[in-house]
């Protein structure tokens, strides 16, 4: 099967390649559609030279053969073309942002058509349900090639104007499949069908790569607790809850050491939380590191926290954070809150630990428990190991998701 990955930018998030060089091991040919250009990648990663697509189509939204190719589209199938685009500006409603969304994808999107058609293409499967996914339910309408995506987190949970994903809904009445990444965000969107097409809509966690991320045994706990955070700068997050529990731990007396890995918005915010609280012998606040480097840090520590939240400017929340899933096959436990689809792989007293979020008293207090029990610590990261390596090995997933496109797609073959 020949399948184009509509992907936001040329430089993707890791978990993406991981799926599309499972993909590109089991057989398929891949032809790859960013939908804009981005700055390489500062962190170097090895994957990046074993992904060998059969084509990668240009990382322009717009250029001079795009724009071309789009008018050929709308001569030779107007109206195809205008019921399509003129659909979604409906289900947009009032919302501006959607309108200039739906008017920025459409010229690459009917380009795509033409090119994936050419390519005899036989499934278009977009990252995202926002604007990938809008490019892909373009093209697939266009072209006549089914079309599906996978709904992450920030694409389906945003409830800002400037955010919100308007015309999701037009997308899982056209999708042939729809991909949720946790139970959590697929009972979301199940809700948004009726009864009768519910059944398109399935869960396949995210996979990662176990043969990286093996168990390890934890380094004893010498002087102090190792505590390890690696993540976007950004309100979802909770590193102020973070480091105000670390000045809560600090001022118990309790020895800990935090890394804190990453880069984002609010990373001069936590540098000054850092200094404020006097917390600068016991946080070092550093840069984003490589997978490689990442399961290295894993092995090297005790803990993984996060006390993810709702950020209260856009409603966005985390899915399953990817690194949860590392930090458990190395044998971690786990410290966040109970949001979305986090406590289906951090189960509380099973897994790892749940708090509330804002709450760095609840906080301190779990990372306390495990700093001075060992055998609670040590057997939380063995069941976290096993259920990442039940619920998240990168092959068994892939193979999930291939065998869901298969099954619908052979007529088209």
Not at 199 to 224: C, K, N, T, W
Not at 300 to 309: E, K, L, N, T, W
Not at 344 to 366: I, K, M, N, Y
Request: glycine share 6%.
């Amino acid at each position: 099967m020949r399948i184009a990955y509509i992907v936001p930018t040329s430089t993707l998030f890791t978990y993406i390649y991981n799926e599309m060089i499972e993909v590109q091991e089991a057989g398929h040919d891949m032809v790859v559609v960013p939908l804009h250009s981005a700055p390489p990648s500062k962190i170097p990663l090895r994957i990046f030279d074993r992904l060998k697509p059969e084509k990668i189509l240009p990382a322009s939204l717009c250029n001079a053969t795009i724009i071309c190719l789009s008018l050929f589209m709308l001569l030779t199938r107007p109206l195809r073309v205008l019921h399509t685009i003129l659909s979604l500006h409906w289900a947009a409603g009032l919302n501006p942002f959607i309108h200039a969304g739906i008017l920025a994808v459409a010229p690459k999107a009917l380009a795509t058509a033409w090119w994936l058609r050419h390519l005899r293409v036989h499934r278009i499967h977009a990252h995202f349900a926002s604007h990938t996914a809008t490019c892909a339910g373009i093209a697939g309408a266009v072209s006549g090639i089914p079309f599906s995506f996978t709904a992450h987190a920030y694409d389906i949970y945003c409830t800002a104007m400037s955010l919100r994903n308007g015309t999701l809904d037009w997308k899982l009445r056209h999708a042939i499949q729809v991909v949720a990444i946790s139970e959590h965000g697929g009972n979301l969107l199940r809700a948004r069908l009726p009864a009768a097409d519910r059944g398109r809509v399935h869960r396949v966690y995210v996979g990662i790569p176990m043969d990286l991320f093996q168990e390890q045994a934890p380094p004893p706990i010498d002087s102090e607790l190792r505590l390890l955070c690696i993540a976007r700068f950004d309100g979802k997050k909770g590193l102020d809850t973070l480091l105000d529990a670390c000045a809560l731990l600090k001022s118990q007396s309790v020895p800990f050491h935090l890394r804190l890995y990453g880069e984002g918005p609010l990373r001069e915010a936590l540098a000054n939380q850092i200094a404020r609280l006097g917390l600068k012998q016991h946080v070092n606040l550093r840069n984003p590191i490589p997978q490689e480097e990442l399961a290295k840090e894993l092995v090297a520590c005790h803990v993984f926290v996060m006390p993810c939240r709702k950020d209260p400017k856009t409603g966005n929340i985390d899915g399953i954070p990817t690194v949860f899933m590392e930090a458990m096959a190395t044998g971690r436990p786990v410290i966040s809150c109970p949001i979305s689809g986090i406590p289906e792989l951090v189960r509380d007293g099973e897994t790892g630990l749940l708090v509330h979020p804002d709450d760095p008293a609840a906080l301190a207090g779990a990372i306390t428990r495990l700093a001075f029990n060992d055998s609670l610590r040590i057997h939380l990261g063995r069941q976290a190991r096993a259920l990442a390596e039940q619920q998240h090995d990168q092959r068994v997933n892939t193979r999930q998701l291939l065998d869901l496109m298969t099954s619908v797609d052979s007529a088209f073959l």
